[in-house]
């Protein structure tokens, strides 16, 4: 066996590994998080629940209480939430990085995720889905409480 062929073997086998541990991780990575990743809405959801419509340009946070506040989602630490999320227009992309949640919002189609928030402190949020011309400007804050 040459020189040229051993190294593509080396690489091959290199680049398989690195791709077959990554998927482990991966795979591992969603069954741990399975309650962060959004479902479709079942009906059935845990803990307190906050409807969230999603809008060119901004984000509606409706209460169990029946408030509502705009780009502004106020939560208590240590409390399951479980976001109920859906759209007036076009598809929207709720990011909440420090959570660990992202979750669309559809027209017509309504998303859920769970998630417990466990310090206080002022989080942002914003749309990561390209929704229009000012889609920049769909951002706000979360509050932990």
């Known amino acids: 066996m040459n020189k040229k062929v051993k190294y593509e073997l080396i690489w091959l086998v290199a680049v398989i590994a690195i791709l077959g541990i990554s998927a482990l991780a991966n795979y591992n990575y969603t069954l741990s998080a399975s309650k962060n990743i959004a479902q479709p809405y079942n009906g059935d959801p845990s803990g307190v629940v906050i409807n969230v419509t999603g809008y060119q340009w901004g984000w509606q946070f409706e209460y169990p209480n029946g408030t509502t506040t705009t780009d502004k989602l106020i939560l208590m630490a240590?409390?399951?939430y479980t976001l109920i999320v859906t759209s007036k227009?076009?598809?929207?992309?709720?990011?909440?990085?420090?959570?660990?949640v992202q979750v669309y919002a559809v027209y017509g189609h309504t998303n859920e995720v769970s998630f417990t928030p466990l310090v206080p402190g002022t989080y942002i949020m914003e749309c990561v889905e390209y929704c229009g011309e000012y889609h920049y400007e769909m951002r706000g804050e979360v509050v932990v409480l």
């Open 78 to 80: 240590n409390v399951t």
């Open 89 to 100: 227009d076009v598809i929207h992309d709720l990011y909440i990085p420090q959570f660990g």
